[in-house]
């Protein structure tokens, strides 16, 4: 999921790892020995070619020998399993300029945004998937109380419905933001620890997974710390694959959105009339404080009822008009949308969800109508 802004789970609280077979295990530390020596080779290669030092093994750097001491003390990783894995990771240029925000950053703009995640061709298929996956889509409805319509809206938006997973090596990119990108670099070694986790559990290939460049995984773009806490196997084949199965991702964000405090039955949004200056005042958080009593007291309306002790919270939603001059529209979300925030910390995301899975829904009324 569009996933980096959520926090690691703390290591104190991380699960123990299930044992892998002996089989595996050989297999395995013979293909990781294989990816270092190429992982090296390439490192060469490229020294040669810029005329720089060779970069180092990462597990030579000092600062990933305390990270792997860490998960030695703390989950039982076994050393040279780790340095193995670590050791066949490379370094992604790309990656970093690709996380790096630019110097001059175009306006927000809130149309543009909207015309891209709520096209035509995605609305046909959302309607197509919810079609084909009704029953698991019921099911994580009655189990979780999330209208099928949002989870749709999720997976057609991060993913286009799975076409569009990422073709990043996940074990580089995490690497690379781990330990080459300062500016988020706790929370990568939280993702990274917990990626390491998993593929030692074996519930993820460390040497194959690729995802997104900031390190999300399969249809819902889930980080690996969201994969341990939310993925669920919602087929019943006893593995979670949140890149082939869509029952699996289906299930996954129900649940995730379940624990973030969804409420059955909430309404998610609503347009509402209100100013600069009482947004700013209301500030710009991804939860939902404040009542909507106190939030109509200073002025602002929506376009429908809300009972007076809801808590809720304020969107503001800049754009860019035709002629080059600046607006903005406003929202105000319930609890249900501060759950989708939770997915994904844009404003732009969020009120794309909720629209997207509006319009699903009057597409889906209407066709039962005619």
Same mark, same amino acid.
């Given at each position: 999921? =569009? ?84 050791? !066949?990771? #490379?370094?992604? @240029? ?5 996380? &790096?925000?630019?110097? &001059? ?15 035509? +061709? $995605?609305?046909?298929?959302? %309607? ?24 749709? =809206? /999720?997976? *057609? /938006?991060?993913?286009?419905?799975? #076409?569009? &997973? ?16 300062? $500016? ?13 986790? %998993? ?12 995802? =997104?460049?900031? *390190? ?22 006893? #593995? ?11 299930? =996954? ?32 958080? /991804? ?29 503001? %939603? ?16 319930? @609890? ?14 969020? +009120? ?7 319009? %699903?829904?009057?597409?889906? !009324? ?5």
């Amino acid at each position: 999921m =569009s996933d980096a802004g959520r926090a690691g789970e703390s290591a104190g609280r991380w699960q123990e790892c299930a044992p892998t077979s002996v089989d595996r295990r050989r297999w395995l530390l013979a293909a990781l020995a294989l990816a270092a020596a190429s992982a090296n080779a390439a490192s060469t290669r490229r020294a040669a070619a810029t005329g720089r030092p060779a970069d180092p093994p990462y597990s030579k750097r000092a600062e990933v020998q305390h990270f792997i001491e860490r998960l030695v003390d703390e989950q039982s990783l076994p050393r040279p399993w780790l340095e193995q894995v670590l050791d !066949s990771g #490379r370094y992604s @240029a790309r990656v970093e300029k690709l996380m &790096t925000p630019s110097v &001059t950053p175009p306006p927000r703009d809130w149309a543009r945004y909207r015309a891209r995640a709520l096209d035509a +061709a $995605r609305l046909r298929d959302a %309607l197509a998937y919810r079609q084909a996956h009704r029953e698991t889509l019921a099911r994580a409805t009655g189990e979780f109380g999330v209208p099928a319509e949002i989870v749709v =809206s /999720i997976i *057609g /938006i991060e993913t286009m419905f799975g #076409r569009v &997973t990422g073709t990043f090596r996940t074990l580089d990119a995490l690497l690379t933001l781990a330990f080459d990108y300062p $500016r988020r670099a706790v929370y990568y070694r939280e993702e990274l620890a917990h990626f390491l986790v %998993l593929g030692h559990d074996g519930r993820i290939d460390v040497l194959n997974q690729t995802g =997104s460049f900031a *390190g999300a995984i399969g249809l819902p773009q889930f980080m690996p710390g969201s994969i341990r806490r939310y993925a669920l196997d919602y087929d019943g084949d006893e #593995r979670i694959d949140l890149s082939r199965s869509p029952a699996d991702a289906i299930g =996954s964000v129900a649940n995730y959105l379940h624990q973030q405090g969804w409420q059955r039955e909430l309404p998610v949004i609503f347009n509402a009339t209100t100013d600069a200056s009482i947004a700013e005042r209301l500030g710009h958080g /991804i939860s939902a404080v404040q009542t909507w009593a106190e939030v109509a007291e200073l002025g602002v309306r929506i376009d429908g009822y809300l009972p007076p002790d809801t808590r809720v919270l304020l969107l503001d %939603l800049p754009f860019v008009r035709n002629d080059g001059s600046t607006g903005v529209e406003y929202r105000l979300g319930t @609890a249900n949308l501060a759950t989708i925030l939770h997915y994904n910390r844009s404003y732009f995301y969020a +009120a794309a969800v909720a629209e997207f899975a509006d319009a %699903l829904t009057h597409s889906i !009324s209407l066709s039962i109508d005619q």
